[in-house]
């Protein structure tokens, strides 16, 4: 499927992987900014990925312990980065030049490279 394809939001996109351009793995869709407005078709912007994108989506003191957890950070992909959406979202460029990659970066210090990992 091709990005410009029409899609059902909930079913097709919200929580599919997110592959870079160097096919690794670079977070889950939190959420979508919409764009559009009266008179004019909806369209997809970009892809919020992150607990940031949950702000909006639930009550202030579920999102306040999400924050104190899993901080709020939020990475803002523009659609025209969406090289193709299937099984996963594949992009045209790679995780670093859209912030997705910082969280993944600092986990991967604390892990010991033995064995499988």
Sequence with gaps: ?????????V???IDLPIIDKDDRWSGIVDDVELGGGAGKPTRIEALLVGPGAYKGRMPAWMFWLVRKVAGE??????FGEVAEIGAV???KSGAEALG?????DKVRAWI?????L
């Design 1 to 9: 499927m091709k990005p410009n394809d029409s899609l059902k939001l």
């Design 11 to 13: 079913g097709q996109l």
């Design 73 to 78: 950070r939020m990475a803002r992909v523009p």
């Design 89 to 91: 979202v594949k992009l």
């Design 100 to 104: 997705l990659h910082r969280t993944e």
């Design 112 to 116: 010991p490279r033995r064995g499988a």
